[in-house]
T-cell receptor, first 110, second 113 residues
Framework: ELKVEQNPLFLSMQEGKNYTIYCNYS?????LYWYRQDPGKSLESLFV?????AVKQEGRLMASLDTKARLSTLHITAAVHDLSATYFC??????????FGAGTILRVKS | DSGVTQTPKHLITATGQRVTLRCSPR?????VYWYQQSLDQGLQFLIQ???????AKGNILERFSAQQFPDLHSELNLSSLELGDSALYFC????????????FGPGTRLTVL
Protein backbone atom coordinates (compact mmCIF):
# COMPACT_ATOMS: atom_id res chain seq x y z
CA GLU A 1 0.00 0.00 0.00
CA LEU A 2 1.36 3.36 -1.01
CA LYS A 3 2.03 5.75 1.86
CA VAL A 4 2.89 9.40 1.49
CA GLU A 5 4.53 11.34 4.28
CA GLN A 6 5.00 15.08 4.43
CA ASN A 7 7.08 17.06 6.83
CA PRO A 8 6.85 19.32 8.54
CA LEU A 9 3.11 19.28 9.18
CA PHE A 10 3.17 22.84 10.40
CA LEU A 11 5.55 25.58 9.37
CA SER A 12 5.60 29.09 10.73
CA MET A 13 8.10 31.32 8.99
CA GLN A 14 9.03 34.94 8.71
CA GLU A 15 8.56 36.88 5.51
CA GLY A 16 11.68 36.86 3.41
CA LYS A 17 12.97 33.52 4.68
CA ASN A 18 13.51 30.30 2.74
CA TYR A 19 12.25 26.86 3.66
CA THR A 20 11.62 23.41 2.22
CA ILE A 21 8.71 21.00 2.57
CA TYR A 22 9.53 17.32 2.10
CA CYS A 23 7.37 14.59 0.64
CA ASN A 24 8.42 10.94 0.91
CA TYR A 25 6.51 8.05 -0.59
CA SER A 26 6.81 4.33 -0.07
CA UNK A 27 6.46 2.65 -3.47
CA UNK A 28 7.43 3.37 -7.04
CA UNK A 29 5.40 5.98 -8.88
CA UNK A 30 6.04 8.06 -11.96
CA UNK A 31 3.84 11.00 -11.11
CA LEU A 32 3.80 13.41 -8.22
CA TYR A 33 1.64 16.47 -7.76
CA TRP A 34 1.71 19.47 -5.47
CA TYR A 35 -1.52 21.23 -4.55
CA ARG A 36 -2.34 24.32 -2.55
CA GLN A 37 -5.48 24.66 -0.44
CA ASP A 38 -6.73 27.85 1.20
CA PRO A 39 -9.03 27.45 4.22
CA GLY A 40 -12.44 26.12 3.19
CA LYS A 41 -11.47 26.18 -0.48
CA SER A 42 -10.69 23.65 -3.18
CA LEU A 43 -7.33 22.25 -4.22
CA GLU A 44 -5.33 24.31 -6.67
CA SER A 45 -2.78 22.48 -8.79
CA LEU A 46 0.72 23.89 -8.42
CA PHE A 47 3.08 21.41 -10.05
CA VAL A 48 3.02 18.14 -11.95
CA UNK A 49 6.30 16.19 -11.77
CA UNK A 50 6.56 13.31 -14.20
CA UNK A 51 10.14 12.11 -14.27
CA UNK A 52 13.21 11.64 -12.17
CA UNK A 53 15.11 14.88 -11.79
CA ALA A 54 12.13 17.00 -12.82
CA VAL A 55 12.29 20.54 -11.48
CA LYS A 56 9.56 23.11 -11.91
CA GLN A 57 9.37 26.69 -10.71
CA GLU A 58 6.56 29.17 -10.41
CA GLY A 59 7.23 32.45 -8.68
CA ARG A 60 8.65 31.82 -5.22
CA LEU A 61 7.92 28.07 -5.32
CA MET A 62 10.13 25.39 -6.80
CA ALA A 63 9.37 21.67 -6.81
CA SER A 64 11.68 18.77 -7.58
CA LEU A 65 11.38 15.00 -7.82
CA ASP A 66 13.88 12.24 -7.11
CA THR A 67 12.15 8.96 -7.99
CA LYS A 68 15.10 6.85 -6.85
CA ALA A 69 14.95 8.33 -3.36
CA ARG A 70 11.13 8.50 -3.56
CA LEU A 71 11.36 12.11 -2.46
CA SER A 72 9.93 15.38 -3.65
CA THR A 73 10.66 18.81 -2.24
CA LEU A 74 8.77 22.08 -2.40
CA HIS A 75 11.14 24.95 -1.81
CA ILE A 76 9.87 28.37 -0.80
CA THR A 77 12.09 31.32 -1.54
CA ALA A 78 11.72 34.68 0.24
CA ALA A 79 8.31 33.84 1.64
CA VAL A 80 5.51 36.39 1.51
CA HIS A 81 2.23 36.43 3.44
CA ASP A 82 0.20 35.43 0.36
CA LEU A 83 1.87 32.02 0.41
CA SER A 84 0.11 31.14 3.66
CA ALA A 85 -1.98 28.04 2.90
CA THR A 86 -1.91 24.26 3.25
CA TYR A 87 0.28 22.44 0.76
CA PHE A 88 -0.31 18.82 -0.21
CA CYS A 89 1.78 16.44 -2.19
CA UNK A 90 -0.02 13.58 -3.91
CA UNK A 91 1.40 10.51 -5.56
CA UNK A 92 -0.38 8.65 -8.34
CA UNK A 93 -1.06 5.00 -7.67
CA UNK A 94 -2.36 2.47 -10.20
CA UNK A 95 -4.47 4.11 -12.83
CA UNK A 96 -4.81 7.67 -11.68
CA UNK A 97 -5.75 7.27 -8.04
CA UNK A 98 -4.05 9.96 -5.95
CA UNK A 99 -2.70 9.23 -2.48
CA PHE A 100 -2.25 12.45 -0.53
CA GLY A 101 0.13 13.40 2.21
CA ALA A 102 -1.28 14.87 5.41
CA GLY A 103 -0.54 18.40 4.25
CA THR A 104 1.76 21.13 5.51
CA ILE A 105 0.14 24.18 7.05
CA LEU A 106 2.28 27.16 6.15
CA ARG A 107 1.94 30.44 8.02
CA VAL A 108 4.08 33.35 6.88
CA LYS A 109 4.41 36.07 9.47
CA SER A 110 5.14 39.65 8.53
CA ASP B 1 -11.94 28.31 -11.43
CA SER B 2 -11.08 24.75 -12.48
CA GLY B 3 -14.18 24.26 -14.63
CA VAL B 4 -15.45 21.46 -12.38
CA THR B 5 -18.77 22.25 -10.72
CA GLN B 6 -20.31 20.66 -7.64
CA THR B 7 -23.70 21.07 -6.04
CA PRO B 8 -24.77 21.74 -3.40
CA LYS B 9 -22.02 23.76 -1.71
CA HIS B 10 -23.32 22.95 1.75
CA LEU B 11 -25.56 20.21 3.03
CA ILE B 12 -26.81 19.78 6.57
CA THR B 13 -28.73 16.65 7.41
CA ALA B 14 -29.47 14.22 10.22
CA THR B 15 -28.08 10.81 11.04
CA GLY B 16 -29.73 7.99 9.16
CA GLN B 17 -30.61 10.14 6.17
CA ARG B 18 -29.53 9.82 2.54
CA VAL B 19 -28.03 12.56 0.36
CA THR B 20 -26.84 12.93 -3.21
CA LEU B 21 -23.87 15.04 -4.25
CA ARG B 22 -23.55 16.10 -7.87
CA CYS B 23 -20.50 16.84 -10.00
CA SER B 24 -20.10 18.12 -13.55
CA PRO B 25 -16.61 17.60 -14.99
CA ARG B 26 -14.68 20.03 -17.14
CA UNK B 27 -15.78 20.08 -20.75
CA UNK B 28 -14.12 17.20 -22.58
CA UNK B 29 -13.01 15.33 -19.45
CA UNK B 30 -14.08 11.69 -19.39
CA UNK B 31 -12.86 10.72 -15.94
CA VAL B 32 -14.43 11.73 -12.64
CA TYR B 33 -12.96 11.09 -9.20
CA TRP B 34 -14.47 11.49 -5.75
CA TYR B 35 -12.40 12.33 -2.66
CA GLN B 36 -13.33 12.83 0.98
CA GLN B 37 -11.50 15.31 3.18
CA SER B 38 -11.92 15.09 6.95
CA LEU B 39 -9.86 16.23 9.91
CA ASP B 40 -9.09 12.74 11.13
CA GLN B 41 -8.64 10.90 7.80
CA GLY B 42 -7.20 13.65 5.64
CA LEU B 43 -7.81 13.51 1.88
CA GLN B 44 -8.90 10.06 0.75
CA PHE B 45 -9.73 8.72 -2.68
CA LEU B 46 -13.19 7.16 -2.85
CA ILE B 47 -13.92 6.11 -6.41
CA GLN B 48 -13.17 6.82 -10.07
CA UNK B 49 -15.39 6.61 -13.13
CA UNK B 50 -14.25 6.74 -16.72
CA UNK B 51 -16.77 7.32 -19.48
CA UNK B 52 -19.58 5.83 -17.46
CA UNK B 53 -17.77 2.84 -16.03
CA UNK B 54 -16.23 2.32 -12.63
CA UNK B 55 -12.44 2.31 -13.01
CA ALA B 56 -10.97 2.29 -9.51
CA LYS B 57 -12.24 2.00 -5.98
CA GLY B 58 -10.65 3.28 -2.80
CA ASN B 59 -11.78 3.45 0.81
CA ILE B 60 -15.43 3.86 -0.04
CA LEU B 61 -17.93 2.58 2.50
CA GLU B 62 -20.66 0.16 1.41
CA ARG B 63 -23.21 2.81 2.41
CA PHE B 64 -21.78 5.04 -0.32
CA SER B 65 -22.28 4.56 -4.04
CA ALA B 66 -21.61 6.55 -7.16
CA GLN B 67 -22.38 6.58 -10.84
CA GLN B 68 -21.47 8.49 -13.96
CA PHE B 69 -24.19 9.29 -16.43
CA PRO B 70 -24.08 9.41 -20.26
CA ASP B 71 -23.63 13.19 -20.16
CA LEU B 72 -20.57 12.48 -17.95
CA HIS B 73 -21.85 14.15 -14.80
CA SER B 74 -21.49 12.06 -11.68
CA GLU B 75 -23.42 11.60 -8.47
CA LEU B 76 -22.19 10.34 -5.11
CA ASN B 77 -24.92 8.85 -2.96
CA LEU B 78 -24.38 8.63 0.79
CA SER B 79 -26.93 6.68 2.83
CA SER B 80 -27.56 5.78 6.48
CA LEU B 81 -25.46 8.79 7.35
CA GLU B 82 -23.41 8.84 10.52
CA LEU B 83 -21.79 11.71 12.40
CA GLY B 84 -18.41 10.58 11.10
CA ASP B 85 -19.48 11.12 7.50
CA SER B 86 -19.30 14.88 8.05
CA ALA B 87 -16.58 16.04 5.69
CA LEU B 88 -15.74 17.99 2.58
CA TYR B 89 -16.39 15.93 -0.54
CA PHE B 90 -14.44 16.86 -3.65
CA CYS B 91 -14.99 15.83 -7.19
CA UNK B 92 -12.12 16.01 -9.67
CA UNK B 93 -11.96 15.36 -13.39
CA UNK B 94 -9.29 14.55 -15.97
CA UNK B 95 -9.19 14.02 -19.70
CA UNK B 96 -8.48 10.31 -19.74
CA UNK B 97 -8.30 7.53 -17.23
CA UNK B 98 -4.61 7.66 -16.48
CA UNK B 99 -1.62 9.96 -16.69
CA UNK B 100 -3.65 13.12 -16.69
CA UNK B 101 -3.73 15.94 -14.19
CA UNK B 102 -6.82 16.06 -12.03
CA UNK B 103 -8.71 19.34 -11.59
CA PHE B 104 -10.73 19.72 -8.42
CA GLY B 105 -14.17 21.19 -7.96
CA PRO B 106 -15.10 23.56 -5.11
CA GLY B 107 -16.38 20.75 -2.92
CA THR B 108 -19.55 19.98 -0.99
CA ARG B 109 -19.39 20.43 2.76
CA LEU B 110 -21.58 17.80 4.41
CA THR B 111 -22.59 18.21 8.04
CA VAL B 112 -24.41 15.33 9.71
CA LEU B 113 -26.14 16.28 12.97
Amino acid sequence: ELKVEQNPLFLSMQEGKNYTIYCNYSTTSDRLYWYRQDPGKSLESLFVLLSNGAVKQEGRLMASLDTKARLSTLHITAAVHDLSATYFCAVAEYGNKLVFGAGTILRVKS
Amino acid sequence: DSGVTQTPKHLITATGQRVTLRCSPRSGDLSVYWYQQSLDQGLQFLIQYYNGEERAKGNILERFSAQQFPDLHSELNLSSLELGDSALYFCASSEQSSYNEQFFGPGTRLTVL
